[in-house]
């Protein structure tokens, strides 16, 4: 049972606005939250689901959960499909200050739009071993829904901070390589690349910007496979598959 | 000025039942839509745009044109926010039989369900050179918008064929190598690969099917990195990103 206020609460998490207010954030799916419950860097607040989970699945005491019916399942789920769990959490409070880049690869994103995009690029990052990814103030919410559906669990493992990538990049103790993959860099399957790091990655239709290239030290470039014959070309990759690319190539290949 | 019953009509191509009944799918976007006047592959039927794009473009005498508004090009269109220009297009008759995979690399997809996914990996396939995928009867069909939309204009120049991949692979007239990403494969980095043949992604959940599975003579896997102190890692990549590290291999570091 849950009440129309709570609903309408819950719903109010599809918003920014709402989740920085309540400091709260919705993780849907069986597998994502059978995997939180193992996390203890996370704090659930609340479950709601239906009675087949609850039956299956076991919820620690200091947890509240509530059985709800499929109809109130899929008046809170943000999914056309919804799954048999959902569970309230609460924002993590992360410093940035608390991360040393020196010694590994650390991914930039500057103005993500699109919450798919940021999401499949979390998953990317956790299956390469990144451990922190730094945004621009102006990427989509990694709390987004469709961020942490997209990200397929892998939100639970890569930390995601927010700030001004320029500010962050001139106030660095000592220089670091700074990456990122432009249409007239290096081709990367050519040079070697530093095994730590920064590797920015810019935004869907405009690129990285303008202050921050010149703030890179290491322009990369995915060769373009020309074909004959072919008089019109593509213009870029999707920023996703960019880095996806790219991250193989530096864990796989770094001279 | 445009018809109440030609909106119904356009907005009916949203869906795949209506595409097919009339022949016919949607472009929208200047770009895409500039392109597609270049192309002499692609038939358009008919332009839908704002007086500013009539003025500033050239549309060939035989290719018909309606001028809209605004209010009009947002009944029509299928985007959050339309951009000045719809086409409408004749759906082209492919024959599967016309393509020689025995010399290139040929991308399979099998089962892929969602359009922006296909939509990105028709993008990809086009950055590398790939110039047909052939795709299961079940996987998303290429004319749904938001699969055009993905491609940012790749749809132009990746033949996209629907068959079953199983018959097409065991009626090839000669045998040639198939690839696909499996978790039990051979690291791409450690293994050579060959130059053509077939490329198998699968689907977003489940991943190849076990009859395709069989026909697969190159298990290959892109190597998931191993972090001290790490319990948890992900299960697998997104398919669109799986695809694009592996063809960026194909294309960069064949034996």
Redesign the interface.
Known sequence: MITAARIKQIRSLTQKKFRKELSLFVVEGEKAVS?LL??KNWEINHIYALESWLIENTIPGNIPSDRVSEKELSRISSLTTPNSVLALVNIPVWNINDINPSGDITLMLDNIQDP?NLG?II??A????I?NIICSENTVEVFNPKVIQ?S???F??VKVFYTSLKKYLENLPEPLPVMGAMLDGED??KTGLPGRGFLITGNESQGISPELVKLINRKIR??????AG?T???????A???T??IL?HL???VS
């Open positions: 995997e193992l996390h798919g499949t998953r990317t956790d299956w390469f071993g451990d997209a397929m669990g892998s639970m493992r990367l399957y995915i060769p373009l496979f020309h074909k072919k019109q070309q593509p213009e870029s990759l999707n996703g598959i960019a996806g690319i193989s864990r796989n290949y």
